[in-house]
T-cell receptor, first 114, second 110 residues
Framework: DAGVIQSPRHEVTEMGQEVTLRCKPI?????LFWYRQTMMRGLELLIY????????DSGMPEDRFSAKMPNASFSTLKIQPSEPRDSAVYFC????????????FGPGTRLTVT | EDKVVQSPLSLVVHEGDTVTLNCSYE??????LLWYKQEKKAPTFLFML????IEKKSGRLSSILDKKELSSILNITATQTGDSAIYLC??????????FGKGTKLTVNP
C-alpha cells in the first residue's frame, strides 16, 4: 500500500516567490494534517482537515500561508510570498477519523527560501 | 496552551545500554499519548497509550503512562546502533490535534 505521498521532496526558492506543496493521503483516511518542523520549534501543527473541511487552522503562522483540500485524495499548502524564515521541513500526515488512531506521516518536503 | 516536554534533549550511550526517555504533558481533555521514532525522514509510529499503568511493548521497546503524574516513559533495552534516532512524544486532547514535544535525540555508539 502506498503511504502518504508528498511532492516535491525538496524545494529551493527565492524570497518573494510562491511555493506550493502537495500531499496525497492514504486512501480511505479522512483526516489530513500539515506540520512544519524546525530545529528551534520542533514539529508544529499548521492546519488539519476532516472530510476535506478545515477544522483547525490556528497553527497557520500568518496570511501568507493557505491550505486547501479540494477532494479526499489531494491537499495543497501554499506560501505566498515566501520568506527565509519559512525554511523548514513540511510534513503531511493522515489518519482515520475518530481520534484515538495514529497519524501516518509522509516523507516531507524540505523547503529552503534564500 | 497545551504543552509537551521531553527530557533529556539528547543522549549518547553505548550499544547494549538501557535507556529511559521521559515525556511530561499538559493537555486539556487528555485522551492519549503517542510515541514516534524519527530517523532521517518521517516520524514512524511506535505506541499509543491511553490508560495508566498498562505497559505497551514491542521487542526491546516498551512504554508506560502515568496519568496521575501526567507523564510517560519510553524504555529501550539492549540498545543497538539502529536505535539512533529522534524520539518524539505527542499528547492528544479533545480533538484530533497532536501536540509534540521537541524530541530526544538518541545516539547509540558501537
Amino acid at each position: 500500500d502506498a503511504g502518504v505521498i508528498q511532492s516535491p521532496r525538496h524545494e529551493v526558492t527565492e524570497m518573494g516567490q510562491e511555493v506550493t506543496l502537495r500531499c496525497k493521503p492514504i486512501s480511505g483516511h479522512n483526516s489530513l494534517f500539515w506540520y512544519r518542523q524546525t530545529m528551534m520549534r520542533g514539529l508544529e501543527l499548521l492546519i488539519y482537515f476532516n472530510n476535506n473541511v478545515p477544522i483547525d487552522d490556528s497553527g497557520m503562522p500568518e496570511d501568507r500561508f493557505s491550505a486547501k483540500m479540494p477532494n479526499a485524495s489531494f491537499s495543497t499548502l501554499k506560501i505566498q510570498p515566501s520568506e527565509p524564515r519559512d525554511s523548514a521541513v513540511y510534513f503531511c500526515a493522515s489518519s482515520l477519523e475518530g481520534g484515538l488512531v495514529e497519524q501516518y506521516f509522509g516523507p516531507g518536503t524540505r523547503l529552503t527560501v534564500t | 496552551e497545551d504543552k509537551v516536554v521531553q527530557s533529556p534533549l539528547s543522549l549518547v550511550v553505548h550499544e547494549g545500554d538501557t535507556v529511559t526517555l521521559n515525556c511530561s504533558y499538559e493537555v486539556t481533555n487528555f485522551r492519549s499519548l503517542l510515541w514516534y521514532k524519527q530517523e532521517k525522514k518521517a516520524p514512524t509510529f511506535l505506541f499509543m497509550l491511553t490508560s495508566s499503568g498498562i505497559e505497551k511493548k514491542s521487542g526491546r521497546l516498551s512504554s508506560i503512562l502515568d496519568k496521575k503524574e501526567l507523564s510517560s516513559i519510553l524504555n529501550i533495552t539492549a540498545t543497538q546502533t539502529g536505535d539512533s534516532a529522534i524520539y518524539l512524544c505527542a499528547g492528544q486532547g479533545g480533538s484530533e490535534k497532536l501536540v509534540f514535544g521537541k524530541g530526544t535525540k538518541l545516539t547509540v555508539n558501537p
